[in-house]
C-alpha cells in the first residue's frame, strides 16, 4: 500500500457565489473551475492549479454541529504570524470566532489558531504547529478544536 494524503475536501453550501467569495478571500483560493447556474451549482477552489475546497450548492440552513459528519476543517501554516495575518482579515470580514484571538490546542499546547466559521456556520481553523502558548487554553481537560 502507498501512503495516503488527504486531497481535497468538499463542502455544502446554501449560497454559492457568496461562499466562493468568502472561501477565496479568507484562504487566498482561485476559482479553478465553476457551474454557478441551475440547479446543479459547484465551484472548485484551489492554489496553483491543485483542487483544495469543492463547494456544492445543494444545500438549505445552518452547518447541523449536532449531526454525524464533518466536525471542523482546519488549515496549518507555518507561523503563528501568519494565523495573524489570517485572523485580521477575518475580522475585516466580520466573521463569528469561537475563541478571542489567538489560542492553545490544550494545555501546555505550544500549537494553536484561531477557531471560527463560515458564512453557513461550518467551523474551520488556522493553526501554526509552534508560537501558541502565549495565551491560556479556552477549554480545560480536552482539545480547544474538540468543543468550539
Known sequence: MTAL????VALNVTDLARSTAFY????????LAEQPDGDRGFALLGRDGTLVVALWQQSGGDFATDRPGLHHLSFQVPAVEEVRRYEAVLKDLGVRFAYDGVVP???GASSGGVFFSDPDGI?????APTGADVAPAPVQGAPTCGFF
Open 5 to 8: 494524503q488527504t486531497g481535497h
Open 105 to 107: 490546542h490544550g494545555e
Open 24 to 31: 477565496n478571500q479568507v484562504f487566498g483560493f482561485e476559482t
Open 123 to 127: 467551523r474551520l481553523e488556522i493553526y
